[in-house]
């Protein structure tokens, strides 16, 4: 009898370690989803790039990109809410450079989802990917973070 309570506290305690990892795993991956990247893998039928032989790049690298989106963001006026963090912008650069298709593919807020594709408009044309030489298209996943100042 005496084992039995002890198993079955054993295979209680395995549960709620399992339940425990699953739920930081999850949030480590949707962390991780957050990040500026670009899509890896083989080329698509569209012509996408998605393979890093050189990526896609802003002008001046990451540095001047996160100083870019330091100086563009604001937090609109007479925006009431005290709504602020994260939205993530998904967009394809062209061959040419210029950003096409901005999606917004985790929302915080409308008004906050639409200063994010605001400031997305308004980057210059990016160093687009090259694949063999030649300039591909590419998707480039952004998290924008917006907060009052």
Sequence with gaps: MMKRGKTFKAI???????????ACESQMIDLASTRATTTTGSQTADSLFVDDEQ???????????LAFL???VRYPEGYESCAQGRV??????????????????????PPLDKE???????MPKWIPAKEKGKNKRT???LPILIKTK
Aim: charged share 20%; aromatic share 8%; proline share 5%.
């Design 70 to 72: 330091d100086q563009s």
């Design 116 to 122: 994010a594709l605001r400031v997305v408009s308004l």
């Design 139 to 141: 998707e480039y996943i």
């Design 88 to 109: 993530v912008v998904r967009f394809t650069i062209d061959v040419d450079g210029s950003i096409v298709d901005p999606k917004v593919i985790r929302s915080l807020d």
């Design 12 to 22: 209680v305690v395995v549960c709620i370690c399992l339940s425990v990892f699953t």
């Design 55 to 65: 990526p896609a790049s802003f002008p001046g690298g990451q540095e001047a990109l």
